[in-house]
């Protein structure tokens, strides 16, 4: 099927990762990559790099305080992230 004008690489590219089933991957992604922006740098040090996975991030956490407040603070950080990216990624987060 020959085009007849002239397409963005921006375009080509959404839909490309539109048409592969990826778009729902690089949502992901960016959630994972916002984590330090969200809780902060302080937060962020004491915390592994979060790993997204249909829906739910699983950020593991060396102490077991912060764990716990993290876990307090869940609804409220899901809240951010998905604000953050304009739609619903996260579900839920499991601190581990």
């Given at each position: 099927m020959k085009r007849?004008?002239?397409e963005s690489i921006g375009d080509v590219l959404r839909q490309t990762l539109q048409d592969q089933g990826l778009?729902?991957?690089l949502y992901e992604t960016r959630a994972a990559a916002m984590w330090p922006s969200v809780v902060g740098e302080e937060i962020a040090?004491?915390?592994g790099r979060p790993v997204v996975s249909r829906g739910l991030m699983t950020v593991y956490v060396r102490a077991a305080a912060?764990?716990?407040e993290l876990n307090m603070c869940r609804p409220m950080l899901v809240r951010l992230i998905n604000e953050a990216l304009g739609r619903q990624v996260i579900t839920d987060i499991r601190f581990k």
């Open positions: 007849l004008e002239p778009t729902d991957r040090c004491r915390t912060l764990r716990q």
